[in-house]
T-cell receptor, first 112, second 113 residues
Framework: GENVEQHPSTLSVQEGDSAVIKCTYSDSASNYFPWYKQELGKRPQLIIDIRSNVGEKKDQRIAVTLNKTAKHFSLHITETQPEDSAVYFC???????????FGRGTSLIVHP | NAGVTQTPKFQVLKTGQSMTLQCAQD?????MYWYRQDPGMGLRLIYY???????DKGEVPNGYNVSRLNKREFSLRLESAAPSQTSVYFC????????????FGSGTRLTVV
């Protein structure tokens, strides 16, 4: 099955800096890569996703890039704000599977 | 439009007791899922239902059963609770086939003593 590794497990930045979280996956046939944000005590929420036929997708201050050759995808947050502080989960859906595999999460802390 | 509604939000059980976690969605989604979340372990899939009338085991199904009552509702039952089942449980739904994002419920924090 699919294996997803997410790094780093914790990321601390100053307000206004950029943050990058990277995930690698094992199944070269994976075709869907969502990212979720979970604030403390809240539910995970989908913030952006990308499909395998696209290399990059942006939504205001967040972007996701996909490198199919290297089998990794990354979340980029620019001009970070304290409200970006949360745990971020990546996921990858392997070809032939109905279920995405989640990474273990990255705790992002944005210091004012 | 409530999205995904989970009940209860909190529950304390004694070892050996049973309970059912309820989940309902109003988005006409085909697929529904139950996950548990433990510190440092991320989200682990317990059971899922790809469509009405079907259910399948996920990564950690032992000690749980599920029922897809209709397209809207998907319940999770603990027949004989154990302390190892202390966790936060999330129900989720999606349009299906795994290539659409999940909408999660607000979660149930379960403690088994």
């Amino acid at each position: 099955g699919e294996n997803v590794e997410q790094h780093p497990s914790t990321l601390s930045v100053q307000e206004g800096d950029s943050a990058v979280i990277k995930c690698t996956y094992s199944d070269s046939a994976s075709n869907y890569f969502p990212w979720y944000k979970q604030e403390l005590g809240k539910r995970p929420q989908l913030i952006i996703d990308i499909r395998s036929n696209v290399g990059e997708k942006k939504d205001q201050r967040i972007a996701v890039t996909l490198n199919k050759t290297a089998k990794h995808f990354s979340l980029h947050i620019t001009e970070t704000q304290p409200e970006d502080s949360a745990v971020y989960f990546c996921a990858a859906k392997a070809g032939g599977s109905y279920i995405p595999t989640f990474g273990r999460g990255t705790s992002l802390i944005v210091h004012p | 439009n409530a999205g995904v509604t989970q009940t209860p939000k909190f529950q304390v059980l004694k070892t050996g007791q049973s309970m059912t976690l309820q989940c309902a969605q109003d988005m006409n989604h085909n697929s529904m899922y139950w996950y548990r979340q433990d510190p440092g372990m991320g989200l682990r899939l317990i059971y899922y239902s790809a469509s009405e009338g079907t259910t399948d085991k996920g990564e950690v199904p032992n000690g749980y059963n599920v029922s897809r009552l209709n397209k809207r509702e998907f319940s999770l039952r603990l027949e004989s609770a154990a302390p190892s089942q202390t966790s936060v449980y999330f129900c989720a739904s999606s349009e299906g086939q795994g290539t659409y994002g999940y909408t999660f419920g607000s979660g149930t924090r379960l403690t088994v003593v």
